[in-house]
């Protein structure tokens, strides 16, 4: 929507959604049905994934030393947190369902006209996948029953696990709440185990020459051995930022579905910070865990099963080889969920602004409530991302190829927080995040977004590719989006002689939808 359309915000929003204007907070037929529980489950969940148990043994591997992989993973708390500040800032002045990708940035950014929007629909459904916790799902599954699965079965049950969680949240919209809630709670309570067999090793075990299961822990931590073999180049520590960023995704997860939440800003002003501090305290507790009990070369060579070597090794082939690595399948799979969940409200949001094809269809919660429409665009890449590359550095490809366009998005959105406190200084802001951490968050995704063309001291990344093939993918998306936008809005129109307008629509279940309709002159 252009910025000289916007109807101008009257009131300031308190901390309940029933005061936010309803410019700023649409009318969807959505309902609100989303707790504080439910909200925070919602975060911790998305944010507890797959990457505290598949990318410590990669990020190890790049950084070489004990030391350099804290400092790395203390560094990407400190810049998760400076970006968790940014989308509070924005969820608490504009409190609706979308999120960074598809309300803040349409909304600051409204000329060229249809470019943000344009961008972000591309971004949904070419890199809109919920690929990497599938893989990890799969290969924990197999895992824990000692099986070596063929290229086929592996994707076979990840593909399956999509499929489910597809119909569960497209036909049963409760019982998916119900299920990704008790998985949430299923996966804090694993993450706690695995944070406390660090504080048992130090406390509880003693230590015995004969006993081989972990290293002396003063060697481990001890000055001469902390920094030892460390590789400071600035291509491998970019990349293994992204991989921290990618364990902390979904602090702002809240924000795609403020729409259905009650009490939109009070909760998104605690429940967002109190999801970081569970999960910062996790992480930290358990890489010293990892590293007390597994020694360093067998991290560095786990690749994404380091969280199931912990556990083989302290508790034996039965309980540890199965029981555990059979739960951080299951928490794999609850971060699906919640990951479906939210990015199909997002794609949503996105058909219901006109953006994609089919937008009535897409647009509609019929025929169960649910966004079944948003939950197809988001299955369809996700299947074609599991099924078709082939297996060996695919998971971590896919985490580099995720993060380095979303580092574009995150540049732009932080840059326009600090455009709209210029341009819009009267706009009701509930919660002000911290200028100097607005300030670190662009330096940083500036130089995140440079670092993959540095190459690496040995010419050679943590996966069997060109070090910059993935900003060179990432970067051909957004180009391919701006090609896109350019085409249909500008050139065609200009061809066929008619221009793009928004016409508003109600649907029969009450979502409000946007269709861009030719006006010819």
Known sequence: MAQSERQPLLSAPSDSSDDVPSDVLPTNGQRKHLTWISAYILVVSR???????????????????????????????????CALAVSMEYGCMLPRSGGEKVVYLEYT?????FLASTLIAVQAVVLGFTASNCIVFAKYTFFAFNV?????????LAVGLMTAVTIIHGCFLRTGIWIQNAFGWVKIFLIGAISLTGIWVILLRPYDESDSLAPRPS?????????EDSNWSWNLLSTSLFKVFYSYAGLNNVNNVLGEVKDPIRTIKTVCPAALLTAGGLYFLANISY???????????????????????????????????????????GNVMVVTYALARVNQEIARQGFLPWSRVLSSSKPFGAPLGGLIVHYIPSLLVIALPPQGDVYNFILDVEGYPGQVFSLAVTVGLLLLRYREPSLPRPFKAWLPAVWLRVVVCVALLSAPFFPPADGKSDVNFFYATYAIVGMGVIVFGILYWYIWTVLLPRWGGYKLEEEDEVLDDGTKITKLARSYT
């Open 148 to 156: 070596v699965p063929t290229e086929l079965q592996h994707k076979a």
């Open 47 to 81: 944010v507890i994934g797959s990457g505290i148990f598949a990318t410590p043994g990669t990020i190890v591997k790049s950084a070489g030393s004990v030391g350099l992989s804290l400092l790395i993973w203390a560094v990407g708390t400190v810049l998760a947190a």
């Open 219 to 227: 060697s481990v931590f001890s000055w001469d051995t902390l920094w």
């Open 109 to 113: 950014y409204p000329r060229p006209r």
């Open 291 to 333: 590293f007390l009990v597994v020694p360093l070369e067998d991290i560095k060579n786990s690749g994404e099963l380091v969280a199931g070597l912990l556990f083989e090794r302290l508790f034996g082939s039965h309980i540890g080889r199965t029981l555990f690595p059979l739960a951080i399948a299951i928490s794999a799979a």
